[in-house]
């Protein structure tokens, strides 16, 4: 299928269609993909609209080689120091553009699989931890490096690699800000599978694929129920469980999956 190119408001952050998948790359490797504030602007945009732009799920990726090393601390004159407007603006003003980012990519309503090769480190480790799936190749290299760079953790990795890692694991590679390899990352378990550079597009467009293929609207309040539940307690998440069902049951979906199974054959949906 013929890629659609989808807009992406930056020179270096492209947005591609193939389908129901959307791959949204950062492309500044003379950088390794370290992102001005311009840049982050447009990524929080991109995925504030890629939720409701019919696509199922999104690649979130980096290229030349590298996923993300962050912020650029240099910064481009104009851009470092700027809200998205060009404008001069205050560090806390900056520090709220990366956060509306995360959550952006946290939120969207898409399922999204961040594909890592490289560097992925500071706020570029930040930006696959919000990615609900991360699959990266075994030249991967992820670090919390904030410390090394005398500073404390930014773009939600306090609450995210917590989550993923518990805080005990967080606080050793928070303190250490040591690298770790792609392997080390998945024995951790801060990134679903490792597979080597060569496979690392095959294995994500077939994770990517098959979320695709499921029901939309389904997967979707899977997404929000998961969220909720690392803050809810039980009653609260069979509340909204409750809910979802609730909408599921009478949506075409639903209806096509048994259909689909009375008739064993595989369902065919089309988020209704």
């Known amino acids: 299928m013929t890629q659609e190119v989808v807009p992406s408001y930056h020179p270096n952050i492209r947005a591609a269609r193939d389908g129901f998948v ?13 992102c001005t504030g311009d840049m982050w602007v447009a990524l929080g945009r991109i995925f504030r609209e890629v939720g409701h732009s019919g696509a199922r799920a999104v690649i ?56 890592v090769d490289g560097l992925c480190v500071g706020a570029g480790l930040g930006l696959a931890l919000a990615a609900d799936l991360t699959w990266c190749a075994d030249t991967a290299r992820f670090s919390l490096i904030f410390a090394r760079r005398g500073l404390s953790l930014d773009f939600g990795t306090s609450w995210l690699l917590r989550q993923r890692i518990g805080v ?30 060569a496979g690392l597009d095959a294995a994500v467009h ?11 609207v389904a997967l979707s309040m899977t997404k929000r129920e998961l969220a909720a539940a690392g803050t809810s307690s039980l009653a609260q998440a069979l509340e909204v469980e409750g809910l979802a069902q609730t909408v599921n049951v009478h949506t075409r979906d639903m209806r096509e999956a ?6 064993r054959r595989p369902p065919v949906f089309e988020g209704h």
């Open 22 to 34: 959307v791959t949204v790359t950062i492309d500044r490797p003379e950088s390794r993909n370290a």
């Open 60 to 115: 979130l990726t980096g290229a030349g080689g590298n996923f993300c090393t962050g912020a650029d601390l240099g910064g481009t004159r104009g851009e470092s120091s700027s809200n998205g407007s060009g404008a001069p603006s205050h560090n806390l003003d900056n520090m709220r553009v990366l956060a509306d980012v995360v959550l952006a990519v946290h939120d969207c309503p898409v399922p999204v699989v961040a594909k």
């Open 168 to 197: 005990h694991r967080a606080k050793e590679l928070a303190y250490t800000a040591r690298m770790l390899s792609g392997t080390q990352a998945a024995e951790i378990g801060f990134v679903n599978a490792v597979v080597p550079a």
């Open 206 to 216: 077939e994770i990517a694929g098959a979320i695709a293929a499921g029901p939309p």
């Open 258 to 263: 048994l259909t689909a199974y009375a008739e």
